[in-house]
């Protein structure tokens, strides 16, 4: 089954330190999403991107997060510096868009994130 | 994007179904109502979604209402596997179409 593929799965790290969150989205899909999730803010959108262009990062904090595509298969969100309020699950959904088609969101299985 | 109304929690018994309600009154037109559920721990699975007909697929049946201002999502015979947060989206297809998820109904199916 094609799915998408989030690494690393779990990463603790500490104050300061830069953590990069990488995703393969499945292949053909055309649109990429960065998720976040904690227990008080629920899921927030952060970013997403179209034919790996930048549609929307209004939702990322713009000092110390950044979401790139570097080709079509891979999508980072990288934090730098982090710091403890950034300890979530991270998630990234790909999809396919086309004018007015808009197919089903595929989520992947989330990084978890701890900031000592 | 319109905004919906769900309640917080809902109980079900095992094989009986599910009917979660989800209020959207200011939907626009042009706008669709998705619904994904959250298994715990997991990302968020597309579950089905609609414009003004009712819908039916293999997880779930979507019953909108006329003026659209609401929606149930059924599970017909509700498992236990189906314990999960059930998010109601309402969002405009093509376009930004981007998802803003709310709290969502958390769906607990008892034996």
């Known amino acids: 089954d094609a799915r998408v593929t989030q690494t690393p799965r779990h990463k603790v790290t500490e104050m300061g330190q830069e953590v990069t969150m990488r995703c393969q989205p499945i292949?053909?899909?055309?649109?990429v999403f960065w998720y976040r999730q904690t227990m008080m803010q629920g899921l927030e959108l952060l970013a997403y991107f179209r034919n790996r262009a930048p549609l929307d990062d209004s939702g990322m904090p713009k000092d110390r997060f950044s979401a790139e595509m570097p080709d079509a298969t891979l999508a980072t969100l990288k934090i730098q510096p982090s710091e403890p309020r950034d300890s979530a699950v991270y998630f990234c959904?790909?999809?396919?868009?086309?004018?007015?088609?808009?197919?089903?969101?595929?989520f992947g299985e989330g990084s978890r994130l701890t900031v000592l | 994007d319109a905004k919906t109304t769900q309640p917080p929690s809902m109980d079900c018994a095992e094989g009986r179904a599910a009917n979660l309600p989800c209020n959207h009154s200011?939907?626009?037109?042009?706008?669709?109502v998705y619904w994904y559920r959250q298994i715990h721990s997991q990302g968020p699975q597309y579950i089905i979604h609609?414009?003004?007909n009712n819908e039916t697929n293999e997880m779930a049946s979507l019953i909108i209402t006329e003026d659209r201002k609401s929606s149930t999502l059924i599970l017909p015979h509700a498992t236990l596997r189906d314990t999960a947060v059930y998010y109601c989206?309402?969002?405009?297809?093509?376009?930004?179409?981007?998802?803003?998820f709310g709290k969502g109904t958390k769906l607990t199916v008892n034996p």
């Open positions: 609609g414009l003004k």
């Open positions: 989206i309402v969002t405009p297809q093509g376009g930004s179409e981007k998802l803003v």
């Open positions: 959904a790909s999809g396919f868009r086309a004018g007015n088609f808009a197919g089903e969101l595929f």
């Open positions: 200011t939907i626009s037109g042009n706008e669709y």
């Open positions: 292949l053909g899909h055309n649109t």
